[in-house]
């Protein structure tokens, strides 16, 4: 079994900054690629980015410029750098990964930006 744990969610005002990290654990023998999803309140899960394994990565239009996601894969860990950010931002963000052909979940960390 894996587990991601995320860390690093919180309050901030517009146009500043969060860093997110998210950790996985367990048995991992192939690694596909981590990455971050968000949710606010009424919508749908949405991608936020993602990098594979190979340092290859994928934004969400919304967050380009603004977002920077990089990873270790000798700890199995992802980071999100969160710049410049904007009200619309808020939401529940997911840590996600592709560990052994499986898709994994952290349970969420909450960002909220203030205007």
């Known amino acids: 079994q894996v587990q991601l744990v995320e860390s690093g969610g919180g309050l901030v005002q517009a146009g500043g900054s969060l860093r997110l990290s998210c950790a996985a654990s367990g048995s991992i023998f192939s690694r596909n690629a981590m990455g971050w999803y968000r949710q606010a309140p009424g919508k749908q899960r949405e991608l936020v980015a993602t990098?594979?394994?190979?340092?290859?990565?994928n934004y969400a239009d919304s967050v380009k410029g603004r977002f920077t996601i990089s990873g270790d894969n000798a700890k199995n860990t992802v980071y999100l750098q969160m710049n410049s950010l904007k009200p619309e931002d808020t939401a529940v963000y997911y840590c996600?990964?592709?560990?052994?052909?499986?898709?994994?979940w952290g349970q969420g960390t909450q960002v909220t930006v203030s205007s």
């Open positions: 990098i594979a394994t190979g340092g290859s990565t």
């Open positions: 996600y990964a592709r560990f052994n052909f499986r898709a994994y």
